[in-house]
């Protein structure tokens, strides 16, 4: 008897402790598997370390920030079982109007010549704005019309990317000041994105934002039984997830020092790809933060990886969305698993 009673808390023990590792441990653990493939591969085709290189890896990171902003939003709305297909035109709309107010010779000045230049709080400002509004819309639409997540943030796709051709109809936006440029400079947009994945990771975890977030993705009759406001709730996501966008787009046009209509193309499905690669459920109320991080750097690791190893740019793009379905298949084996449990 005694035997059975210690063996079942060994049982107990050992799932506590399984339970005790995070979930991104695994995912982790295929970000490293990939970078050491990378590394092998390219003493053998190459003759040169992949990881040794730290000007390579400075590139690297810094090419994953803004796809690391826009994922942390849409992380958000796939936990409340939606998703945001208009996060890159969003960041292609911000980053022409942003830009033409971050100008040296914007409008004000050729009313009012003794103007200095606007501060860099203006541009970045209204960049997040017309995310944030861009956000409400989407948020609006499949709250109060319920129309499907994937059709409303569709048309804000298209609308949007309209919108940033018809503003300065298709021509790029250049001269931008220093004040606003010097936030896309060195490693100002990693930091961006550390800031703003910490702020949402502990937003998502210890807050009641966090938890009807989860619960509107896990149960949305039961959430609203519970007393969930479930569609102000909702607008709000997809507000933060269109501010971020917005902010992904300001950072886009300081780091390029231009602006062009065609910022952020597919930039959304890269986002989404970070997401589910990172453990976010497309079933929604499966998710973290911490994830979606590991996510975004896996995708860069594997593009930087693809261009160290010469491989052809449209092969990069086959492999990206074969690895993308795989990612799905991953995540529907998951879910199968956790309802038989």
């Given amino acids: 008897m005694s035997t059975k009673i210690e063996a079942s808390a060994a049982t107990a023990s050992s799932s506590a402790s399984k339970r005790r590792i995070p979930p991104e441990f695994n995912i982790f653990l295929v970000l490293i598997g990939i970078a050491l493939v990378y590394e092998v591969l390219g003493w053998i085709f190459v003759g040169q370390s992949f990881l040794m290189n730290s000007q390579r890896l400075t590139i690297m990171i810094l090419q994953v920030a803004v796809i690391g902003i826009i994922s942390v939003g849409v992380t958000q709305v796939i936990i409340t079982g939606g998703i945001d297909l208009s996060s890159g035109s969003v960041v292609g709309v911000t980053a022409m109007i942003a830009a033409s107010v971050a100008q040296s010779s914007t409008w004000p000045r050729a009313l009012f010549p003794s103007l200095t230049d606007l501060p860099a709080i203006v541009p970045i400002g209204l960049g997040l704005a017309v995310g944030l509004l861009a956000g409400l819309i989407n948020g609006w639409l499949i709250a109060k019309t319920k129309i499907p997540p994937f059709i409303a943030t569709l048309g804000m796709m298209v609308s949007a990317r309209g919108l940033s051709k018809w503003y300065t109809k298709g021509q790029p936006v250049s001269g931008l000041t220093d004040q606003f440029t010097f936030i896309g400079t060195g490693i100002w947009p990693v930091i961006v994105f550390l800031v ?146």
């Fill in 196 to 341: 703003v994945a910490l702020i949402f990771h502990i937003a998502l975890r210890y807050t009641r934002y966090g938890k009807f977030t989860y619960a509107i993705g896990a149960n949305v009759q039961a959430a609203r039984v519970s007393g969930i406001n479930v569609e102000a709730h909702l607008i709000k996501v997809y507000a933060i997830a269109g501010m971020l966008a917005g902010l992904a787009g300001v950072v886009t046009a300081a780091r390029a020092q231009t602006a062009q209509a065609g910022m952020g193309v597919m930039y959304e499905l890269d986002a989404i790809a970070a997401a589910v690669i990172g453990g976010t459920s497309l079933a929604g109320g499966v998710g973290r933060i911490t994830g979606t991080v590991i996510g975004t750097v896996i995708l860069g690791v594997m593009t930087s990886g693809f261009t160290f190893l010469r491989v052809d740019a449209y092969y990069q793009e086959i492999v990206k969305g074969m690895i993308i379905v795989a990612a799905v298949v991953v995540d529907v084996y998951r879910q199968k698993k956790r309802k038989t449990v």
